[in-house]
């Protein structure tokens, strides 16, 4: 597993592409600055790393865009030793950037090979999540409950209501909304029964598919 001077120089170019394109928190440009998004592909695919696409992963998934991982996770407004819960864990590079961040997660996937590999793989790099979880992130993480932030990697039909019941008051859920293109829509719980909704734009994620497999 390489990491060199020549990645490094690469991942720098795709951060002042972020930038241009509007990302703003320097926590999150300095969590993409580090992360080696080549480790997390096949290897062969090292030319695609570090332009801003997404790209697949196998089990017909994708690891998500840069800007998009960018976008998201700055829409969360995480702060070190948050306790975030991430649905959809895929390669794990989101599940990086939230732990480069300082934030305690916890990340639930439903493609048993997937979920299998990134287990084994983030140790190595030296990422330590909270708690990798094989299952339906439809129904959240009752017994960890309630939560900083809830992002969801997924394109959703609609917005579960276990994942709004399982915030904090405060804390924020991102997910992207929809069918063939989603909406990102950022909730926020104001009180016990409130949520604030605000909208940001069309993005297009994998499906977020019910029960595990
Ligand atoms: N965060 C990932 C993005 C992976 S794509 C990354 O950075 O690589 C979305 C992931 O969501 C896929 O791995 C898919 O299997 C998973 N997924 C889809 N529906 C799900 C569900 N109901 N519960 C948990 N994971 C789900």
């Known amino acids: 597993m390489k990491n060199t001077f020549i990645h490094k120089g ?14 703003v928190n320097q926590d999150v440009l300095k969590a993409i600055n580090k992360i080696p ?11 695609h790393a570090y332009v801003d696409k997404a790209f697949p992963i196998g089990a017909d998934q994708t690891i998500s865009q840069p800007y998009t991982v960018a976008r998201q996770t700055e829409l969360l407004e995480i702060k070190r030793g948050d306790k975030i ?15 480069e961040m300082g934030a305690l997660v916890y990340s639930i ?27 339906d992130g439809y129904i959240g993480l009752k017994q960890e409950a309630p939560f900083d932030g809830i992002i969801v990697t997924a394109g959703a039909p609609f917005v579960p209501k276990a994942l709004l019941a399982q915030l904090k008051v405060g804390a924020k859920l991102v997910i992207p909304v929809g069918d063939a293109l989603q909406i990102m829509t ?3 719980r104001v009180s016990a029964s409130e949520f604030e909704k605000e909208e940001f734009g069309e993005f297009r994620f994998v499906p977020l598919l019910e029960d595990k497999n």
């Open 109 to 135: 996937e439903r493609q048993n090979e997937l979920f299998k590999k990134t287990k084994l793989f983030l140790p190595k790099l030296g990422y330590y999540p909270k708690k990798l979880i094989f299952g």
């Open 186 to 188: 950022l909730f926020t």
């Open 10 to 23: 690469m991942r720098k170019n795709l951060v002042a592409i972020l930038e241009k394109k509007g990302i």
């Open 37 to 47: 998004r080549h480790l997390f592909m096949d290897s062969g695919f090292l030319d």
């Open 85 to 99: 819960l991430e649905i959809g864990t895929g390669s794990g590079y989101q599940t990086a950037v939230l732990l």
